[in-house]
């Protein structure tokens, strides 16, 4: 298997940093009491050794959303990552 097949297409979405962090990360947020967290996977194998011998769909992610209670969220209506192509993804994205 070609390990460069297995390496996520790049995206397009534009972001500016800000001291060096993303301005989402959960260091650069403002403390909150409570805080809602998503949990989402993708694949089946987590295995980092086995990578390369698998079908990209195959690779295991787990992408976790952390939102401060309050906070609003545009919605998406039906939007799933894991059934969208790369350009998709950017485009929901670049709208938060």
């Known amino acids: 298997m070609n390990a460069r097949r297995n390496q ?18 959960l260091r650069c947020q403002k403390p909150a009491t409570h ?4 949990i989402d996977e993708t694949g089946s194998v ?13 690779v295991g992610r787990v992408v976790a959303l952390i939102v401060p209670s309050g906070s609003e969220l545009p ?8 059934g969208s192509s790369p350009e ?7 709208q938060s």
């Open 8 to 25: 996520p297409p790049g995206s397009s979405v534009k972001v500016s940093l800000i001291d060096g962090q993303h301005p989402s990360a």
């Open 46 to 58: 987590f295995d980092d050794t086995a990578q390369d011998l698998i079908e990209p769909h195959q």
């Open 75 to 82: 919605p998406v209506h039906g939007f799933h990552a894991a």
């Open 88 to 94: 998709e993804v950017d485009q929901v994205l670049q």
């Open 35 to 38: 805080w809602n967290i998503y």
